[in-house]
């Protein structure tokens, strides 16, 4: 692994199910994000994670849920999903310690709930 | 309310100059940053500024006036590689990443 990896790559899912996105780092970072991206919006923050066993609510957090067991993983559970959580998923990480702390991303994953 | 504003496209000739400009109205300033996006990738950095002035980084510089709310990303001698998404986000008070929606530039020969 080097860098982030997440999974799926891309998904459709019919609406009410329970879904998962994956998100790893092996860089060791101690702050980890979940953003979803839609046309013509910027980023949005749905969940972020400072460090692991603590976790925060972004802009975007209702129908999502994340859990931060230990630093490499940051898992983004959708309970039961609407259409309207149809988007582009991009997970990120940060390294606090760093001067400009900048966020690295992973490839996305591109999920369509039907 | 916060709010980050950049144009929605722009368009640029091979081997020119073009600058993207970026105000922002945030709660609290700790840092701008500027990000690439090509079609159907990631956002990769590309700068960060924290003081006024200018950052220069090969081909890229960006400028920031925070008593203005303002940066612009300039891009010298443009390649085709350059057309993609230039994404414009501010840290505000609470550490967390406000972004702008982008603006898709397009290179022609």
């Known amino acids: 692994i080097a860098g982030i990896t997440q999974a799926p790559t891309s998904q459709i899912l019919a609406a009410g199910r329970r879904m998962t996105l994956r998100c790893t780092q092996d860089?060791?970072?101690?702050?980890m994000y979940w953003y979803r991206q839609d046309l013509g919006l910027g980023l949005r923050l749905i969940h972020y994670s400072n460090t692991a066993g603590t976790t925060g609510k972004g802009e975007v957090p209702d129908g999502y849920s994340v859990s931060r067991a230990n630093t490499d993983d940051f898992p983004l559970t959708l309970a039961s999903a609407v259409p309207s959580q149809t988007s582009v998923y991009f997970c990120?990480?940060?390294?606090?310690?760093?001067?400009?702390?900048?966020?690295?991303f992973g490839p996305g994953t591109r999920l369509t709930v039907l | 309310g916060q709010n980050i504003d950049q144009p929605t496209e722009m368009t640029a000739t091979e081997g020119a100059i073009v600058q993207i400009n970026c105000t922002y109205q945030?709660?609290?300033?700790?840092?701008l940053f500027w990000y690439q996006q090509h079609a159907g990738e990631a956002p990769t950095f590309l700068s960060y500024n924290v003081l006024d002035g200018l950052e220069e980084k090969g081909r890229f510089s960006s400028f920031l006036s925070r008593s203005k709310g303002y940066s612009y990303l300039l891009l010298k001698e443009l390649q085709m590689k350059d057309s993609a998404s230039y994404l414009c986000a501010v840290r505000d008070s609470n550490y967390q990443l406000i972004w702008g929606a982008g603006t898709k530039l397009i290179i022609k020969p």
């Open positions: 945030t709660s609290g300033f700790n840092g």
């Open positions: 990120a990480s940060s390294d606090s310690g760093s001067g400009s702390n900048e966020q690295f």
């Open positions: 860089m060791r970072h101690n702050a």
